[in-house]
């Protein structure tokens, strides 16, 4: 079955981004459990920013799962990327990413390498940040299938990474480097940008699909844009999908609007 969850970040650097709840952590789960969400996707400073003990006790109080954790502090605090130049940067995006998924991995929720993939550098070596990035992925994903999940990559639309911007190129990379325990986190509001047909898109991705932002075309709330969803629903029914749909999307009008109608739109494509 087709899972729901919404966004909360409780990283003051990144309050202009893309995320429905940002304030108070147990307020935000106790909104997401109102509204009916299966589950919260998490961005944190760092592993450590909560007590997983107390994290624990609003999960079993709110009876909502953790879908993912985000990584994106490791690049907007500390400036880390797995495709950095310099090794020592590189191995400490290592780590940082490492300890999120030992995080995740105590409520079964998988990692996200979103924004910490960085960038080919102009004029640098484009198959050498390749490498790097293989390398980067391959070592996480052995280090998640160890704490007993799974590794999210997500492709960027072209004017966030110069890297892999389509999603089926993101799975051909996988394939071909050979990357086991890593899955493609599919963003619409990116494949709206760089893909011809996001229902092909996903339906040629297959067995590579493991989380799905559910975003609209201008990175609202899936309705106040001019996505077409029941396509992509079908696509994902038909491969089986049973991962999440998690709202990643602007707090427009206001957080508690956007959550409403994210968990509306899910509602009205997978009733229950």
Known sequence: ????????ALVPQIKSGPWIFWEDLEQSMEKAAAMGFDGIELFTPSADAIDPNQLKELIQKYKLQ????GTGAGKVIHGLTLTDPDPKIREKAISFISEMISFGAKFGAPAIIGSMQ???LPNANREEAFTWLAEGLASLGQKAKEAGTFLIYEPLN?????????QL???QFLESRQ?????LLCDLFHMNIEE??????????GPHVGHVHFADSNRQAIGFGHTETAS???????????GYLSGEILPLPDPEAAAAQTIKAIRTHLPR
């Open 179 to 183: 990357i086991p325990n890593v899955k």
């Open 118 to 120: 960085g960038n080919a």
């Open 66 to 69: 953790i879908a993912a954790v």
């Open 158 to 166: 072209r004017y966030e990474t110069n890297l892999l911007n389509r």
């Open 1 to 8: 079955m087709i899972k729901s969850a919404v966004t909360i």
């Open 196 to 205: 011809v047909s996001n229902a092909a898109t996903l339906r040629a991705c």
């Open 232 to 242: 992509v629903i079908a696509a994902l029914t038909d491969i089986r999908f049973t």
């Open 169 to 171: 190129d993101a799975a």
